[in-house]
């Protein structure tokens, strides 16, 4: 049998490291049946090398322009595909006090994390300032002033970069587009310039650049263009009045392959940042989740029951929305792969598949070309390797599922599944407490994502 040879570089959607060997399913040199023998379903499963080949495919595109690639934690923010990236020299973006202790935890150097985000706490902003991190993307005149006051406290500068909302359309998913004028993120561009001198005046602040991200999974180049001169344009205009403006965040969302969709060309991507924004002698930096890691990835599930319907056959299935939330939130289509490669024939359904959760929303699409299916067979989404894991959650009290890393002819469990035993003891134990008189309440500090309290009272108070 051939074995799997790790791509250097990817072309375009090649995925060899995805193929039927023999009727089976393979991940590189495993057998996902193999791993599904081990490890019960649903589950995840990653392909390195996948990962590994996407990042080099990114990389090389960009080094030319030299941009530095952040990767988006969100997308899946295991920190075995941390760790993965880290060691390819792969900076990070992060959004939450959690992301950042993930990315530490991974061996990023903080020196290397992007902290972006439209909501972070006094808490989280201290955290960032005192383990040096790069940079901080703020996205309101609220926010500079808190990240100012926390940053005085602890006696540091905060470098401080500015989310600009340029007002572009995307032109994805209403629900992933996040540079119209009427979306949360980012402050409107014409305001920009104001806010810029106001942080580069501020003793506790650095002004370190500006940034932008305007949506996820793109496919259309031509909104990352308008944006990026957009971009080009508000600096030049803020260096003609005497601001420095040393670094450019393009942000991420570059699309993948879904559907009947190509995958953008990431060779065009890299063109347009070289033609919009080369000239400028900023130092550029990126922010992609699920270019990196999104086709990479697999959601493994057992067709529990067959079910006859008015309109064809339906596959129930033992993953559910809890599991993969893309198609119920976003309309998303991800490909299905039976573990046994299907025999075509003409009696095979188109089979809608669902999962079991309590809702109606609860069901991955329909599907053709699976063969003739059979309760107890297993079956893989596809394109799952981004915001599946990542998003998952518990709901219907049902185990936070496993997550397993191929490597060659390895695979190891880089989440273990959580269970309802574990769940409960979250639960267990919980004091009942009196509101003090005058306001507040009698008992311990809170530590993590309050809103009280500069950086230092907040460390004063681990202590
Ligand atoms: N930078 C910032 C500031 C972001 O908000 C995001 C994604 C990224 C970078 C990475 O975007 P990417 O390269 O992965 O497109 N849950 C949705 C996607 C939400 C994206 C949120 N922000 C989905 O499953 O399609």
């Given at each position: 049998?051939?074995?799997?040879?790790?791509?250097?570089?990817?072309?375009?959607?090649?995925?060899?490291?995805?193929?039927?060997?023999?009727?089976?399913?393979?991940?590189?040199?495993?057998?996902?049946?193999?791993?599904a023998?081990?490890i019960p379903t649903p589950f995840?499963?990653?392909?390195?090398?996948?990962?590994?080949?996407?990042?080099?495919?990114?990389?090389?595109?960009?080094?030319?322009?030299?941009?530095?690639?952040?990767?988006?934690?969100?997308?899946?923010?295991?920190?075995?595909?941390?760790?993965?990236?880290?060691?390819?020299?792969?900076?990070?973006?992060?959004?939450?006090?959690?992301?950042?202790?993930?990315?530490?935890?991974?061996?990023?150097?903080?020196?290397?994390?992007?902290?972006?985000?439209?909501?972070?706490?006094?808490?989280?902003?201290?955290?960032?300032?005192?383990?040096?991190?790069?940079?901080?993307?703020?996205?309101?005149?609220?926010?500079?002033?808190?990240?100012?006051?926390?940053?005085?406290?602890?006696?540091?500068?905060?470098?401080?970069?500015?989310?600009?909302?340029?007002?572009?359309?995307?032109?994805?998913?209403?629900?992933?587009?996040?540079?119209?004028?009427?979306?949360?993120?980012?402050?409107?561009?014409?305001?920009?310039?104001?806010?810029?001198?106001?942080?580069?005046?501020?003793?506790?602040?650095?002004?370190?650049?500006?940034?932008?991200?305007?949506?996820?999974?793109?496919?259309?180049?031509?909104?990352?263009?308008?944006?990026?001169?957009?971009?080009?344009?508000?600096?030049?205009?803020?260096?003609?009045?005497?601001?420095?403006?040393?670094?450019?965040?393009?942000?991420?969302?570059?699309?993948?392959?879904?559907?009947?969709?190509?995958?953008?060309?990431?060779?065009?991507?890299?063109?347009?940042?070289?033609?919009?924004?080369?000239?400028?002698?900023?130092?550029?930096?990126?922010?992609?989740?699920?270019?990196?890691?999104?086709?990479?990835?697999?959601?493994?599930?057992?067709?529990?029951?067959?079910?006859?319907?008015?309109?064809?056959?339906?596959?129930?299935?033992d993953?559910?929305?809890?599991?993969?939330?893309?198609?119920?939130?976003?309309?998303?289509?991800?490909?299905?792969?039976?573990?046994?490669?299907?025999?075509?024939?003409?009696?095979?359904?188109?089979?809608?598949?669902?999962?079991?959760?309590?809702?109606?929303?609860?069901?991955?699409?329909?599907?053709?070309?699976?063969?003739?299916?059979?309760?107890?067979?297993?079956?893989?989404?596809?394109?799952?390797?981004?915001?599946?894991?990542?998003?998952?959650?518990?709901?219907?009290?049902?185990d936070?599922?496993a997550?397993?890393?191929?490597?060659?002819?390895?695979?190891?469990?880089?989440?273990?599944r959580?269970?309802?035993?574990?769940?409960?003891?979250?639960?267990?134990?919980?004091?009942?407490?009196?509101?003090?008189?005058?306001?507040?309440?009698?008992?311990?500090?809170?530590?993590?994502?309050?809103?009280?309290?500069?950086?230092?009272?907040?460390?004063?108070?681990?202590?």
């Amino acid at each position: 049998m051939t074995k799997y040879v790790e791509e250097e570089t990817w072309q375009d959607d090649d995925r060899r490291w995805l193929a039927y060997r023999a009727g089976a399913l393979h991940i590189e040199d495993v057998r996902l049946g193999a791993v599904a023998a081990a490890i019960p379903t649903p589950f995840y499963c990653y392909s390195a090398g996948a990962i590994r080949s996407a990042y080099r495919t990114l990389s090389r595109a960009l080094t030319p322009i030299d941009v530095a690639i952040c990767y988006a934690v969100k997308a899946n923010s295991n920190i075995a595909v941390l760790r993965l990236l880290a060691e390819l020299g792969c900076g990070m973006d992060i959004v939450s006090g959690g992301e950042l202790e993930r990315a530490l935890a991974a061996d990023v150097p903080a020196s290397r994390i992007i902290f972006s985000g439209v909501g972070k706490t006094r808490a989280e902003i201290a955290r960032a300032i005192e383990v040096g991190i790069h940079q901080i993307n703020v996205e309101s005149a609220a926010e500079i002033s808190v990240v100012a006051e926390v940053a005085r406290a602890l006696g540091k500068r905060a470098p401080v970069a500015l989310r600009v909302n340029p007002d572009v359309d995307a032109k994805t998913h209403a629900k992933i587009t996040t540079a119209t004028k009427d979306s949360k993120f980012g402050i409107a561009i014409g305001q920009v310039a104001d806010l810029y001198a106001q942080v580069a005046a501020a003793p506790d602040l650095e002004a370190v650049g500006v940034a932008v991200h305007i949506g996820s999974q793109i496919h259309d180049m031509e909104p990352f263009r308008r944006a990026f001169s957009a971009m080009a344009e508000l600096v030049t205009e803020m260096r003609g009045r005497g601001l420095s403006v040393p670094r450019l965040d393009l942000g991420g969302g570059i699309g993948i392959a879904s559907g009947d969709k190509p995958g953008p060309d990431i060779g065009r991507y890299a063109a347009i940042i070289a033609e919009t924004v080369g000239h400028l002698g900023c130092k550029l930096a990126v922010e992609p989740g699920r270019w990196l890691v999104g086709r990479a990835g697999l959601l493994v599930s057992e067709l529990l029951y067959l079910k006859d319907m008015q309109d064809g056959c339906m596959g129930i299935l033992d993953a559910g929305m809890n599991d993969l939330m893309r198609t119920a939130l976003y309309d998303a289509h991800h490909p299905v792969l039976p573990l046994q490669e299907p025999q075509l024939n003409d009696a095979a359904c188109t089979y809608s598949l669902v999962g079991p959760i309590c809702e109606s929303s609860d069901k991955f699409g329909r599907y053709d070309g699976l063969g003739e299916l059979r309760a107890g067979e297993l079956l893989a989404f596809d394109l799952a390797g981004a915001y599946g894991a990542s998003m998952s959650s518990t709901y219907n009290s049902r185990d936070l599922l496993a997550e397993v890393l191929v490597d060659g002819d390895r695979f190891r469990t880089i989440r273990r599944r959580q269970g309802i035993q574990e769940m409960l003891q979250l639960e267990h134990g919980g004091a009942w407490e009196r509101p003090a008189p005058g306001g507040g309440v009698m008992g311990e500090p809170v530590l993590h994502g309050g809103t009280k309290g500069t950086g230092r009272e907040l460390a004063d108070a681990e202590q």
